[in-house]
């Protein structure tokens, strides 16, 4: 069992930058990718950036260039820093655990919520 707790969300100016921040417990020896999600109101879901235990990043394109995603040195947190922030980032932020067993089983902390104004 891995558990997620997210920090760092808020309410930010367009063009604004923050970083948001996720700490894992429990059994984050067996974290292979970290990440966020977003899902704004009545969307699904979706990817915002991944990293993996090797440093391999993958970025959404709607926020290639202007968002970095990092893992601390022991593993167990990972960070998003968002710059140029616009209103069409306003979400609820979702730090993702996923765990490689002999299937992949993902987790996810409870979000943190991004609200830019205009």
């Known amino acids: 069992q891995v558990q997620l707790v997210e920090s760092g969300g808020g309410l930010v100016q367009s063009g604004g930058s923050l970083r948001l921040s996720c700490a894992a417990s429990?059994?984050?020896?067996?974290?292979?990718?970290m990440g966020w999600y977003r899902q704004a109101p009545g969307k699904q879901r979706e990817l915002v950036a991944t990293?993996?235990?090797?440093?391999?990043?993958n970025y959404a394109d709607s926020v290639m260039g202007r968002s970095t995603i990092s893992r601390g040195d022991a593993q167990n947190t990972v960070y998003l820093h968002m710059n140029s922030l616009k209103p069409e980032d306003t979400a609820l932020y979702y730090c993702?655990?996923?765990?490689?067993?002999?299937?992949?089983?993902?987790?996810w902390g409870r979000g943190t919520q991004v609200t830019v104004s205009s």
């Open positions: 993702n655990a996923r765990v490689a067993l002999k299937i992949y089983v993902d987790y």
């Open positions: 429990g059994s984050i020896f067996s974290i292979n990718t």
């Open positions: 990293i993996t235990s090797g440093g391999i990043t």
